[in-house]
């Protein structure tokens, strides 16, 4: 939808003002040496354009307000999809400090097998052999040790 | 001539071989999964490449290009399902040729008119790159500054559909490529008080994130929405007289394999251009060429080596920048920049002086990887046909658990898992919101030393007039880079305006 395109371009511009404002002048030790520039000048000079490459999109989107369906969008099976996703992989990296990698593998092919809505057994499958084969990889042939 | 003797010799050990061997099959294989493309194969090869030496290492990964190229062919042609665009024109006139019984021919001539854009870029790359290097090691940073400008305005300007989100993905790499400690002071610049930060955003992490994860999740996205589908189709090969290549019409062939070699060689050359550019073009000019344009489109066997030669002599020519100035100009070109550095090599005009062996070496591997991917792609094609068979899921899923695997091991903690899962939703996002994340991902890279050659440039000359007379091709190169936005965004508008209307 329009709508979309408008919050998103409007969420980076409050962004890149927000960076300009706030993150570079705390998080950016200041001082040059010599007559030299600032160690703050390149996140500033970078924001800046973000910040103003943001308006322009923002301009765009209003300018083009009936200009037919070509502009980006995020349905709500998007954001469906954006929320099970980041519960899968959220999850297997969870597992993975506190389990090890196998478990953490497992869990995330299961997952991501599941969100595809693949069947229970190729998933099953494909979630144990998968892991097994990347582990035998690279911890046993390459001698790479995993967590 | 030690050095290119050394190389050479690398290239030809064994150990190098059979990585080439491998990287070139692994290639053939990904590229031929429907969907999958040759620059997310090289995200996901990546990691494998820690234990390699760096020819070994890098010649891998060309090895993974060039057989992706040809694999995203099989795909296109066999069953009319093509990774990115430069396979899509392969499938214009390829999947016909198929549906009429002809799909060994189509392969056949894909996979010669791949090799032979392939072998014609990198002679060119052999014999252009030492005296375009000298040419560049004249530069300063003036000059440097200058030309990373008019490479970011080039690419902004023709990727995506908007120059807006273009700039707005360009400023965002540059901003996140600041993390860390600063190069002149060493003060903390946006770390947030995270140690692992302190030596930057790891490359090889965001790389992987980027453009493997995302577009993973991007294709996972489709079978959630989709369902469950049908099981892929086997596909099986024809072996009657018909279905064979000939020499009069491989030699009919030759104008359109030597102009998408040329094509595809100058194309790659130019930042930013890529082999889908190469495709159209070399596409274009032989439909012009021919006696029978309105036969394109109905199976033409000129029509799939045109392109298929321009989009292999890409990868080749896309080596020019990389080596002689240290500009990526393509979302693969930046992740092998990841691979050099990993192995403690800094492409750009110093490259050759500093680590020639490496790249003699790399030349020879190139040489080597066409040679390869002409035997296996004819002795393996029923093999390869395979995987067209294998559920896209269960392949999108295990190359996940890759992504995931391949960071851990390129930063040694769970930090770098972190990196690659937070950048492969952006990565996600970026595409979804039709933000070009190749140029999101080339202002990552060259960040640093833009940076470093605009701090140069301001220590050496506090006076902008003396600047500018000293150093001319400054002025010239920033009024181009201007002049090629202004241009790209008036062109972009058009389209906005007919529909408007």
Known sequence: MHRDELIVAATLVAGGLLTIAVVIPRYVAGGAIGGGLSPAFMPYLAAALATLSALGVLLQSLRRRDAGPEHARLTHANLRFICGSAVVLGASYALMISAGYLIGGIVLVAGLLKLARVRALPLAIAAVTAPVALWLLFVVLLGMPLP | ?501
């Open chain 2, 1 to 501: 001539m030690d050095i290119v003797l050394a190389g050479i010799a690398g290239a030809f050990a064994p150990l190098n071989l059979a990585f080439i061997v491998l990287g070139v099959s692994l290639g053939i294989v990904v590229g031929a999964i429907p969907g999958m493309s040759a620059p997310t194969a090289i995200a996901i090869a990546v990691p494998l490449t820690f234990a390699m030496s760096p020819v070994s290492a890098i010649a891998f990964l060309l090895g993974v290009h060039k057989g992706g190229e040809y694999g995203g062919a099989i795909a296109s042609i066999l069953i009319n399902t093509p990774g990115e665009v430069s396979s899509a024109l392969t499938a214009l006139d390829g999947y016909p040729l198929a549906k009429q019984g002809k799909p060994r021919k189509a392969l056949t001539i894909s996979l010669y008119a791949s090799v032979a854009g392939d072998m014609f870029a990198d002679l060119v790359l052999i014999l252009s790159a030492a005296p375009l290097a000298v040419w560049a090691l004249r530069m300063g940073p003036p000059e440097i500054l200058g030309v990373l400008v008019f490479a970011f305005a080039f690419i902004t300007g023709l990727l995506g559909k908007s120059v807006a989100k273009g700039l707005f993905a360009l400023a965002l790499g540059l901003l996140l490529a600041t993390v860390g400690l600063d190069i002149e002071t060493g003060g903390e610049r946006l770390t947030f008080g995270v140690l692992e930060l302190f030596d930057g955003i790891p490359l090889v992490a965001v790389g992987i994130g980027v453009l493997a994860l995302g577009e993973i999740l991007v294709q996972l996205e489709e079978h959630f929405q989709a369902g469950p589908g049908e099981a892929a189709a086997r596909i099986e090969l024809g072996s009657g007289e018909q279905d064979r290549l000939s020499w009069p019409e491989l030699r009919g062939c030759f104008r359109a394999i030597l102009r998408g070699s040329v094509i595809g060689t100058i194309v790659g050359a130019l930042p930013g251009l890529g082999a889908s550019v190469a495709a159209f073009l070399a596409y274009g000019a032989e439909r012009r060429a021919s006696k029978t344009p309105e036969l394109f489109g109905t199976g033409k066997i000129e029509g799939v080596a045109a392109v298929e030669s321009a989009n292999n002599a890409v990868i080749g020519s896309s080596l020019i920048p990389l080596l002689t100035l240290g500009i990526p100009g393509s979302a693969t070109t930046a992740l092998i920049v990841g691979a050099f550095l990993i192995h403690g090599i800094t492409p750009g005009p110093f490259v050759l002086q500093q680590s020639g062996a490496v790249i003699y070496g790399l030349f020879a591997s190139l040489l080597l990887a066409n040679v390869a991917n002409l035997v296996i792609g004819n002795l393996g094609l029923r093999f390869f046909v395979l995987f067209l068979a294998v559920p896209r899921p269960l392949i999108l899923s295990t190359a996940a658990l890759l992504c995931v695997t391949g960071a851990y091991v390129s930063t040694g903690s769970m930090f770098g898992i972190g990196i690659v899962l937070a950048f492969g939703a952006l990565g996600y996002l970026l595409r979804k919101l039709d933000f070009p994340f190749v140029v999101f991902l080339i202002g990552f890279v060259l960040g640093p030393i833009f940076e470093r050659a605009l701090r140069n440039t301001v220590n050496l000359f506090d006076d902008p007039w003396r600047l500018a007379t000293q150093h001319p091709l400054l002025p010239v190169l920033l009024a181009l880079g201007a002049y090629t936005i202004w241009r790209s965004a008036a062109a972009k508008r058009m389209p906005l305006r007919n529909v408007a209307e």
